[in-house]
């Protein structure tokens, strides 16, 4: 009578189809073609989003001023991916970044490359390194590389 | 908020793979709690369940926890959050005064179903972070972790310290899921770096568990035990998700949620009068910055805190006493897990974990990347 068992199963999940708010998103990436930065400031208390939220998260009221946001940064902080999600050890260790962007203050995430993981420290300058071929999307921002300026 | 709700028992059990089905797990801790108490269904006025569709593989899956948990055509709410918000709904719906009697229950399989760490990734923004691949819960955690220690100038010596001593604790403690006897910070100093700075033993391990909770009225609990132990205050606070909007070095949602609950509880001067914490840092490096949200130390400190044996189960302010999270992450019944160890010690029942003498304790309990959304009970007796 006392039975108890694990057993495989399905959850099948369709496609989702997420309804967004696509318009700061739309701003960076159009920017991002050409190869540069489109964040929103919030006219209230100054705040630069990049992507940017329809409304200032701070001051909950609607922002609507697009702002030039430069693609030179700082390292706000780091981390050296040595295993994947489930712990599985990687290849090649991977550095991930917080970055802040000059003219912004919401960071951004991206790789680090050029770089001995040993020699990362939060502070360094870094830049983006623009893909050649620039389509609108997110890969467009090919990675990080160390920046001298 | 005095003396008019009090836990008046608990039931908790954890394990890397606790070999039950959830159904089983539910009907064990609810049975064996009304056995401890002397009581049946009908003694229970209300039942909140703290669960997680996702972890659970089934949507709105309180419908399937009713019957094991007693609630057969019975009165049944349900967060899908930390059990520590369980444990405050009750709460309230007992000073409605419509309810005498609450019970809270709250249990993750996470131990053997799916890979706990993925579940954040799931609750990630699915058009920007999810597309750019690089933020889950793991490398946000490392993100916290580099920036709190680059910004005290601490070294990774600290963070495994500070496991070491929840996971000396939970080697203690037959109900937490992680039992390393003879773990040293040297020990976890040597487990694989996962995204370094953050080791094996830093982070929270995959865990099966649950608890059962009854809150009870003042009146009724002067029937149901003479071990009351009062819930003083409550308090909660949501961060926003986006991690790249803060400072991941302060927990200020946790600030602002103890700050409510000591105000309720006429705590003026938590580090003098809370006598231990149970707080849900669920990678080491959060402990700090959580016990400094609590009001119990500077985070400038922790090196001295911690290498002092101030936070042991013997010393001036022990932290996670019972092992806390890293000793087990029954997602989302972690915070419950804190709520029901704090009982014991209040009660002087933690065996191996006792504290001497406590009269007060602070519990936090956490949701969301980076302790996003924090809840904080004061229990006292
Ligand atoms: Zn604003």
């Known amino acids: 009578m006392e039975e108890t068992r694990t057993v495989s199963a399905q959850w099948e999940l369709s496609t989702y ?37 329809f409304y200032c998260r701070k001051c909950y009221i609607k922002i609507h001023e697009p702002v030039d946001v430069d693609d030179h940064g700082t390292i706000m902080s780091y981390t050296v991916v040595m295993s ?3 712990g599985n050890p990687m290849e090649e260790p991977q550095i991930s970044l917080m970055v ?25 300058r ?23 300026d | 908020m005095e003396n008019k709700v009090a836990i008046v028992g608990v039931n908790l059990d954890s394990a890397l793979d606790i070999e039950k089905s959830r159904e089983r797990l539910i009907f064990d ?18 039942t909140i369940f703290a669960t997680n569709d996702f972890l659970v593989g089934r949507t709105i ?15 049944e709410s349900k967060v899908e959050m930390d059990a520590t918000n369980a444990v405050m709904y009750g709460t309230m719906r007992i000073l409605s005064g419509n309810y005498q009697t609450a019970l809270i229950v709250s249990q993750g399989l996470c131990g053997h179903q799916v890979s706990p760490y993925l579940h954040i990734s799931y609750s990630l923004n699915p058009i920007y972070d999810r597309q750019l691949g690089l933020l889950n819960e793991l490398s946000a955690a490392a993100f916290q972790a580099r920036d709190f220690l680059t910004k005290y100038g601490f070294g990774d010596d600290l963070m495994h310290a500070i496991a070491a001593n929840s996971l000396a604790n939970a080697a203690l403690n037959p109900r937490q899921a992680r039992q390393l006897p003879d773990i040293s910070p040297q020990q976890v100093s040597e487990s694989p770096y996962y995204y370094e700075p953050l080791r094996e033993l830093h982070c929270y391990p995959p865990t099966d568990g649950g608890c059962a909770i009854l809150l009870a009225s003042a009146e009724r609990a002067k029937e149901l035990t003479d071990k009351p132990v009062w819930i003083l205050g409550l308090g909660s606070s949501m961060d926003t998700y986006y991690i790249v909007e803060r400072d991941l070095t302060v927990a200020p949602s946790a600030t602002k949620a103890a700050k409510r609950a000591y105000e309720m509880a006429g705590i003026s001067d938590p580090a003098r009068e809370i006598c231990f914490a149970e707080i849900a840092a669920l990678f080491a490096h959060q402990e700090p910055i959580l016990a400094e949200a ?5 985070a400038s400190d922790a090196a001295e805190k911690y290498q002092s044996g101030e936070t042991a189960i013997d010393g001036k302010l022990p932290i996670n006493p019972s092992g806390g ?25 933690a065996g191996k974990n006792q504290v001497k003498d406590p009269k007060r304790a602070v519990v936090l309990g956490q949701d969301g990347i980076c302790a996003q959304q924090n809840s904080v009970l004061v229990l006292g007796i």
């Open chain 1, 17 to 53: 189809k997420f309804r967004i708010e696509g318009g700061g998103l739309q701003l960076m990436l159009r920017g991002m073609k050409e190869g540069r930065f489109k964040g929103v400031r919030c006219h209230k208390c100054g705040f630069v989003y990049l992507p940017a939220p």
């Open chain 1, 84 to 86: 994947d999600i489930r």
């Open chain 1, 100 to 124: 802040k962007l000059d003219g912004c203050d919401s960071w951004i995430m991206g790789t680090l490359k050029g770089k001995d993981w040993r020699d990362v420290a939060i502070g360094q």
């Open chain 1, 126 to 148: 870094v830049k983006i390194k623009w893909a050649e071929q620039r389509t609108g999307t997110l890969q467009d921002m090919e990675c990080f590389v160390p920046a001298e």
């Open chain 2, 29 to 46: 801790l609810v049975r064996g709690l009304m056995d401890d108490l002397g009581i049946e269904p009908t003694d229970v006025d209300t």
């Open chain 2, 61 to 75: 899956s309180n419908v399937f926890e009713d019957s094991p948990a007693g609630v057969y055509m019975r009165d």
């Open chain 2, 294 to 298: 609590l009001g119990l130390m500077e």
């Open chain 2, 325 to 349: 999270a890293l000793g087990g992450h029954p997602i989302p019944a972690t915070g419950g897990f804190r709520v029901a160890e704090a009982t014991l010690q209040l009660r002087g029942e």
